[in-house]
């Protein structure tokens, strides 16, 4: 597995695998999986769902500008050497881990913005956050050149984003979407949880239980919006330390609220244990 370190190495690498090698049935050649490192199980998922293209870069980034003044930036967990070690066991063929200098160069003066979708659900909460996300995503996409990108179901809110810019800038990249990896006892995996006191980590089990409470309900006939929010909101307030940020029935393509649940809306919530933000979701049936 290689470690690629410039745009132009991504670059050369994935001219290089199109010219050398024959894309497969699917009609895809290269996989790409951004991620901020501190790779975890759902990561391997995203990396092997990747390795259906044939060729696999997974990008190791923690990006600044996704980050607000008074997030953890500086100490968002990284462990580089247990990352690589993961993601060759998970299929990648090149890591790409660039300096902050390589992508945001002193001289830049260009970010990407999606009015509208930007400043809903975690956009509203972190603004700032989804400019970072795409600004970041899309010179990645730029880079790589990659025929599909993978991302997981518990950043549904940047999914739709992302999915919107893709459409507008008519990127050839198809945006694939993986489904949550949960530990055993339902917490979403996220880099993030190694920050939970094992007093937070019971607590945060909060955040499963609402999900899984309104899917419950939706599988019953319920449909109300108002009813699922406060289904969820009940599972909350058994956990006090637990801080709601947001819970919200959203369309999934617009991220704007619905009076009714229909196939496909975003049941989505986000609250912070002590100090850590963590965000959970449904796609409901």
């Not at 239980?209 to 109300?224: W, Y």
């Amino acid at each position: 597995m290689q470690i690629l370190r410039t745009v132009v190495e991504l670059r050369e690498w994935s001219r290089a695998v199109r010219r050398g090698s024959d894309l497969n049935a699917q009609g895809c050649g290269i996989g790409l999986v951004p991620t901020m490192g501190a790779l975890h199980a759902g990561h391997a998922s995203l990396i092997r769902a990747a390795a259906s293209c044939g060729q696999v870069a997974v990008s190791i980034f923690v990006n600044p500008t996704q980050f607000g003044p008074n997030e953890d930036f500086a100490r968002y967990p990284r462990s580089f050497d247990a990352d690589c070690a993961l993601a060759q066991a998970a299929g990648a063929t090149v890591i790409f881990a660039p300096s902050v200098k390589e992508i945001y160069p002193d001289s830049a003066a260009t970010y990407v913005e999606v009015a509208g979708l930007s400043e809903r659900l975690d956009g509203k909460s972190r603004p700032g956050h989804f400019r970072g996300v795409a600004t970041v995503v899309s010179k990645l996409l730029i880079a790589a050149e990659p025929d599909r990108a993978f991302f997981g179901q518990k950043d549904a809110a940047q999914v739709s984003v992302l999915r919107r810019m893709v459409e507008d800038l008519r990127f050839a990249t198809e945006i694939v979407v993986c489904p949550i990896v949960r530990e055993q006892d339902g917490l979403a995996m996220s880099s993030r949880n190694a920050y939970l006191s094992s007093a937070e980590r019971a607590q945060a089990l909060a955040l499963s239980r609402g999900v899984r409470r309104v899917e419950a309900l939706v599988a019953q006939g319920e449909r109300r919006a108002g009813v699922l929010i406060e289904a969820a909101r009940t599972e909350f307030a058994a956990e006090p330390a637990v801080r709601i940020d947001y819970v919200e029935l959203v369309d999934w393509a617009t991220l704007l609220p619905v009076e009714t649940a229909t196939p496909g809306s975003l049941f989505a919530v986000a609250a912070f244990v002590g100090a850590t933000r963590l965000i959970d979701n449904a796609i409901l049936a």
